[in-house]
């Protein structure tokens, strides 16, 4: 069978087999998670193509309102009973703090609304500042 019957020669595999040799050894483009933030955040105007978040809308995030923080010894934490009361280094009648995925967002006041919790927010961190902390 000759070359023009789709025989490859051998100096088409050669070429083949250095391209894959060079794309193996060449280091993959890792593309770090502040400039895709910074597509979709500042470049979505510029660009054009990047205004459509829907791709991005329902991913689940976990968004978590801190009352205060404590430590405490084992031997503390297991003598806890019904009853106990553990202190916080929060304040009475300081704000919330708001957290999604741990990465601070927001700070507000704690409101009942139908017998149920909710947080009125107060404050809202900037995209640049959550691009700072991100960084």
């Known amino acids: 069978m000759s070359e023009e019957e789709g025989q490859v020669s051998d100096d088409d595999w ?55 923080r404590t430590h405490i010894s084992i031997r503390d934490l297991l003598q806890l009973a019904h009853g106990s009361v553990v202190e916080l280094d929060g304040l009475a009648g300081e704000p919330m703090v708001v957290l999604v995925n741990g990465t601070l967002i927001a700070q507000g006041e704690v409101v009942v609304v139908n017998d149920k919790f909710g947080i009125r927010l107060t404050d809202i961190a900037t995209p640049h500042e959550r691009l700072n902390k991100l960084r």
Not at 27 to 44: I, W, Y
Not at 48 to 56: A, K, R
Request: charge should be negative; charged fraction near 20%.
């Open 14 to 68: 050669a070429a083949a087999m250095g391209e894959q040799a060079q794309a193996e050894a060449a280091p993959p483009e890792v593309t770090p998670a502040t400039k895709v933030f910074e597509q979709f955040s500042e470049g979505a105007d510029k660009q054009g193509n990047l205004n459509d978040y829907s791709m991005i809308l329902d991913i689940p995030v976990s968004l978590t309102v801190e009352l205060g």
